[in-house]
């Protein structure tokens, strides 16, 4: 049988693990994450070289995808910031602590007000309090291939994205003959070095992109699979971190 797994948030996904840590590299997650700081306004910080910035997060904006920073109050570390290519943040937020490392800080606006303005991170680390940050190299962003098949045709696709509910993003070549309310079956999807996957894609919406300069099929679509499929597909984008 079908289903779509469900968990709440990575904060109770945390309070799970054996380690106490997370890598998300789920980009929808991390959107969720973030979206939930700016609503609480919950203070972020970056340790500088000489001084500490304190701000808090302002606006995320998908379709960049850049976050803004509100300035602080200390001039001099705000002129610190946008001298750098890339600024990590500290966030204590809904029981766990959050890092994750936002690049290119540039002057922006923000419904009238000057913030700063920086690209989104590709990753996140999730840890519980007084645990020490991971050391060592972290992994990289995830690179899953799937086949799509649409009767006896079929397809390839990049997953690129996968949250704790079963909603995604596939990536393939611009001539995919699919469109939204299509149900896929019997998809496969491999990550390098382990068995293939079989799922069924429920696609939500088709957009056509420029992906790395070349033109791509985007879709937005639930992965739908028994609980212990959509567990396995899950850890390739949120990681507990051993």
């Known amino acids: 049988m079908r289903s779509i797994l469900t ?11 054996t380690s106490g840590q997370l890598l998300v590299r789920s980009g929808i997650e991390i959107e969720r994450v973030l979206e939930s700081m700016i609503r609480d306004a919950a203070p972020v910080q970056a ?12 606006h995320f904006d998908p ?37 994750f490392a936002c690049t290119k800080p540039s002057q922006g606006m923000h419904l009238g007000r000057p913030v700063i ?4 991170p590709p990753i996140l680390l999730a840890m519980q309090h007084h645990r020490n940050r991971a050391h060592g190299q972290l992994p990289g962003e995830a690179d899953v291939q799937c086949e799509l098949w649409m009767g006896v045709i079929s397809f390839e696709a990049k997953l690129v994205d996968m949250s704790l509910d079963g909603k995604a ?64 597909i899950i850890r390739l984008f949120i990681i507990d971190l051993q």
Do not use: W
């Open 47 to 58: 340790r500088l070289k000489d001084q500490i910035f304190l701000s808090r997060l302002v």
């Open 117 to 120: 303005r920086m690209s989104a």
């Open 63 to 99: 379709v960049e995808p850049q976050v803004m920073v509100a300035y602080c109050d200390h001039k001099p570390a705000n002129s610190a910031v946008l001298a750098l290519r890339s600024v990590t943040f500290m966030c204590n937020h809904r029981n766990a602590q959050f890092a």
């Open 169 to 232: 993003f596939l990536l393939g070549d611009p001539g995919i003959p699919v469109c939204a309310g299509t149900r896929l079956q019997n998809a496969r999807i491999r990550d390098v070095g382990r068995e293939p996957l079989v799922v069924d894609v429920q696609v939500d919406q088709v957009n056509h992109v420029m992906h790395n300069g070349k033109r791509a099929t985007r879709l937005g679509c639930r992965i739908m699979a028994d609980r212990e499929q959509m567990e396995k």
């Open 7 to 17: 968990m709440s948030d990575i904060a109770t996904r945390l309070g799970t693990t």
